[in-house]
């Protein structure tokens, strides 16, 4: 039986032994340092102008839609950090973007090559960035970058677009949407907004167009319960809104109604908002 102890008490030792050195390092402040502080540190020291120039001889064999990734990282602590070369917004000119942030907030600055590179814009993007792509949302002959955020519980994600005046030679915030779904009308120059929220939210669908580089809203209808008491009944309102110039992103109220699906044309206004 003594034996038998000792044998057991001998597994114990060893096995304690194991365990704490595979946990070295593992204790909550050594983690910390090691997630957060040192990458953190290290995107705080990295000089941008020198990675970039260290891809100068690349971007003479850069093609359309070819790209080149100086620093892609995506870190699990609270900090991230992409930056992109590229002819992503026409076939001529070469550009940069590099996205940087936290937890806290997001940055973007970019930056266009002309023998040399320059920072042309910067913007504070307080989202998360989930992913990024190259698109011509409208009818010229230019890309715009689009930058979508992490879903929400609901499904519902950011959508900013970016859009680069020739004129002024700096990228413009076209819109910053909180959407459930955004389409693209390129031939007639029209982006289509969709915002479902919890179900007790108010439900939106919007017409925005084009003007000046800029996305203004032509007409949108809303749909929501009357009050919280009549969640359970289904009566409902329906707004709709129309923009009186077409020049500013302002939306009038036109009218308001109980909502019933017999109502013919009710039931098409929500139901065909985009196809009219």
């Not at 677009?161 to 029209?190: G, P, Q, R, W």
Request: aromatic fraction near 16%; hydrophobic fraction near 30%.
């Amino acid at each position: 039986m003594k034996s038998i102890i000792l044998l057991i008490g001998i597994v114990l030792f060893y096995n304690c032994s194991a365990r704490k050195k595979d946990s070295k390092g593992d204790n909550p402040s050594e983690s910390i340092e090691e997630i957060i502080l040192e990458p953190n540190l290290f995107h705080e020291k990295l000089n941008v102008d020198s990675l970039l120039n260290s891809h100068n001889d690349e971007i003479l064999q850069l093609k359309e839609n070819e790209f080149i990734y100086p620093l892609d990282s995506i870190i699990d602590s609270d900090s991230s950090r992409v930056i992109v070369i590229g002819k992503f917004i026409n076939k001529s000119d070469v550009f940069a973007f590099d996205i940087y942030g936290n937890w806290q907030t997001q940055n973007i600055y970019f930056y266009k090559y002309d023998d040399k590179w320059k920072r042309i814009e910067s913007d504070d993007y307080n989202w998360d960035v989930l992913s990024f792509n190259f698109q011509n949302f409208n009818f010229d002959e230019d890309n715009e970058i689009l930058i979508k955020g992490h879903y929400n519980m609901n499904g519902n994600q950011q959508n900013t677009i970016y859009k680069f005046d020739t004129k002024t030679n700096k990228f413009i915030k076209s819109c910053s949407l909180f959407a459930t779904e955004l389409s693209y009308d390129n031939n007639k120059n029209l982006v289509y907004y969709k915002y479902f929220g919890s179900w007790y939210m108010e439900n939106i669908q919007t017409i925005y167009k084009w003007k000046n580089n800029k996305l203004i809203s032509e007409k949108s209808v809303v749909k929501q319960y009357k009050n919280t008491s009549e969640l359970n009944n289904g009566k409902e309102w329906i707004q709709y809104y129309e923009n009186p110039t077409q020049d500013k992103d302002t939306l009038v109220l036109k009218f308001k109604k109980t909502y019933k699906e017999k109502n013919k044309k009710l039931y098409d206004l929500w139901e065909n908002f985009f196809e009219q």
